[in-house]
């Protein structure tokens, strides 16, 4: 019967991280891989983690079974940091805890599928597992546009896709710091957005995967909030892989928000039964982690500390590059206004595969790169690159 599949290609950014490594050049430049990147090119342990783990590894007693749902202690330490003030919103949110956000956005989609919803709106470009996700799962792929050209978000085309969307729809958002484009919708925009979503009746599940890193916690769940405080129902997928640094222990959660408390009891079974019967349990140790971190001030304090210097190093390597304004086909300013690690560059195959073989710059083959893999000791050698393509 296995002599039936058929040959899958590779993961293009696995591949792309094995020619990075095969590279023994000493100036190349590593723009390809999703993490946090410091000016010194580690991606270390958060300090707050790395003490909440001597704790555990001191106090923990047990390592059985917690369940489907996971560490509740660490889905329920999250809410305030997530949903601000007004948190559960008197019992309409709930959640679970998943393997990292793509465990969360899974299981989302998952129960998108089974409470009916046959059709997705997605912009394009989007983080490459999304759609295969949202096809995997069955479900029917509607794309529009994102981001226009000269480096804004296309309003008309997500308001023309919602124009044509009804019920049995959802549509899957950015929260912010968009992967792969940093072009994220303003505030006066998420309030729109809310509003015609509402008015169409559709679903909406927002991936919020990098809070914290785009303008600041509350700044980055804007969108988020203002979506859940304008329709009766709504599911977010949260990752903490990115601003707790996470990303080998897989440590997420999904939130779900029914019309009443009765409702997203209800929900929050099916996804229990979903989770259940896909990964069982979640891993326990990185949430057990963040719990702690969340239950000790001094932790906390530590932890946002450490999230807004990565968000400031973030941000003054956009500036940089800004500063560089055009290097050979490439308009950098427009950098400088966008949010999180990630950007694209209009630059086409042929290249892409230049910068690497004549400079050791890799990215992407869509032009992806993550801007902290930029340092002050490299990013005029990516600029030099980039003005070499002109010729």
């Known amino acids: 019967m296995l002599d039936h599949l058929e040959q899958q290609p590779p993961d293009a950014l696995l591949a792309l991280i094995k020619l990075y490594e095969a590279d023994a050049r000493p100036g190349k430049i590593d723009l390809g891989v999703g993490v946090y990147r410091t000016a010194d090119g580690g991606t270390p342990v958060f300090a707050a983690i790395k003490a909440a783990e001597r704790q555990l590894a001191e106090s923990q007693e047990t390592k059985a079974y917690l369940g489907p749902e996971g560490d509740m202690g660490f889905v329920h330490a999250l809410v305030p940091h997530v949903f601000g003030p007004e948190g559960a919103r008197g019992g309409r949110i709930e959640g679970m805890q998943t393997p990292g956000g793509t465990g969360a956005l899974r299981l989302a989609v998952a129960l998108a599928a089974r409470a009916g919803v046959r059709r997705m709106l997605m912009g394009s470009p989007s983080w490459p597992n999304h759609a295969p996700i949202v096809t995997d799962l069955g479900l029917e792929l509607a794309g529009f546009t994102h981001a226009t050209p ?13 124009a044509a969307a009804g019920e049995g729809d959802a549509i899957l958002l950015h929260g912010c710091c968009h992967n792969p484009s940093g072009i994220d919708y303003t505030p006066a925009q998420w309030d729109e957005i809310a509003a015609l979503v509402a008015q169409r009746g559709v679903l909406p599940i927002v991936d919020l995967a990098y809070q914290g890193l785009g303008e600041g916690m509350d700044e980055d769940a804007y969108g988020m909030r203002a979506v859940v405080d304008a329709l009766p129902e709504a599911l977010v997928a949260f990752s903490c892989d990115k601003n707790f640094g996470l990303y080998r222990d897989r440590v997420g959660a999904l939130y779900v928000m029914g019309g009443d408390a009765g409702q997203t009891a209800r929900i929050i079974t099916n996804g229990h039964t979903i989770a259940r019967a896909t990964w069982s349990m979640p891993p326990d140790h990185g949430a057990a982690a963040v719990r702690l971190v969340l239950a000790d001030e001094e932790l906390t304090r530590s932890w946002l500390e450490e999230l807004t210097s990565m968000r400031e190093r973030i941000a003054s390597v956009r500036r940089k590059l800004a500063a560089a ?67």
């Open 325 to 391: 304004g055009t290097a050979g086909p490439v308009d950098l300013v427009p950098l400088g206004r966008q949010h999180g690690m990630f950007a694209t560059l209009p630059l086409s195959r042929e290249q892409i595969a230049t910068l690497r073989a004549e400079h050791g710059v890799y990215m992407a083959g869509s032009g992806r790169i993550n801007v902290a893999g930029l340092t002050d000791g490299n990013i005029g050698s990516f600029v030099a690159a980039l003005e070499g393509l002109a010729g």
């Open 150 to 162: 000269d480096g804004a978000v296309d309003m008309d085309a997500l308001r023309a896709a919602l």
